[in-house]
């Protein structure tokens, strides 16, 4: 018989569309999706070990799947990691990292331009445990040092941020990190594998909204926390059996196939970021443009280190203009003049979407303070996908070219 095993040493182009649970006894060539809560036991003696040791069988879809097993194992794979554990969204991937990592007395050092609901769920709802969270700047490691304290337990990063596209140097936070006893974790959401793959440096666990580039397409949420046997198998896999932070199998095959495509898909949308960016940097009511991939970021070259050369799929602009009112009013003159690009927070599609930060995503946040973030009203983000660059450039001058 055909022998079913990977060989070693693939490439993680070849795990993308290859790794996963063996074939069931049908020979499928796609990865079965298996939609079953339950699963049949074929005496009460096997039943009896399977429920003592989840790792022989399985037995209930909250403690294990086979579809959601293909998953984490093709995701572990792409990220260079020991294990990877799936979740229902990315949010509940970070709150099984804090509820399994953490313990009431603990500290986490935490960048404070990150992901709104992140910032909520460490900082405010993690207080009510006992967990207490410092937030420092996205790109000062000397800030990040200064705010560990005895009983820092966690650092945890995003990189890029939205939607200023600042940069955290990961190999500075993990070396930070670990000469003073903690983890340091990092949402690469934003980046995905392709861009960098921050267990390889040094980042002890990694998180996934999959809703974003894993799935690609807009379908479906998800998340998982990627790390080693130590951490992901011994300490999360246990609680997650009880907790029920599960991803779906349907989600899951859904995200799976997602991953087949992930590395073309995030080349070619980072290539079309690229140009899309250096052609609104020279038209004239545009007053500056923010991206990774640009030889203006002031970040610039330690993003071409550490994102594999690539600038990522997501871009911000202002508008030019004077004013609070103004700038607002140009920004949404600009939204609502596209045609193509849909007006949604969702990024990391194969359609391109426009969003006006200021009034949408950080909108809660006081005038104040976006002015101390640097997110002014006249900031437009783009996450750019696969559409054809002409179409684009025409839909943003429908409003660009219209300005007063
Ligand atoms: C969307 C997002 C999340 C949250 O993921 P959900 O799947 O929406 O729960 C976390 N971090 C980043 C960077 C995100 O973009």
Redesign the pocket.
Known sequence: MHDQSLPEGLHPDTLAVRQATARSAWGEHSEALYLTSSFVQSDCASAAERFANAELGYTYTRTGNPTVASFEQRLAAMEGAQCAIATS????A?LLLALTVLKSGDHIVASQS??G??IKLLGSEMARFGIETTFVSQTDVAAWQAAIRPNTRLLFA?TPT?PLTDLCDIAALADLAHAHGALLAV?N??SSPVLQRPAQLGADLVVY????LLDGQGRV???AVCGSRALVEKVMAPFMRCAGLNLSPFNAWVVLKGLETLALRVKAQSAAALELAAWLEQHPKVSRVYYPGLASHPQHELAMRQQGGLGGTVLAFDVAGQGAEQLRAHAFHVVDSTRLCSITAN?GDVKTTITHPASTSHGRLSEEQRQAAGLGQGLIRISVGLEHLNDLKADLLRGLDTLP
């Open positions: 969204t990315g949010m509940s970070i990150m992901f609901s992140t995003e939205n949402d959401s934003f909204s999959g809703t974003k949420m998800a998340g990024l």
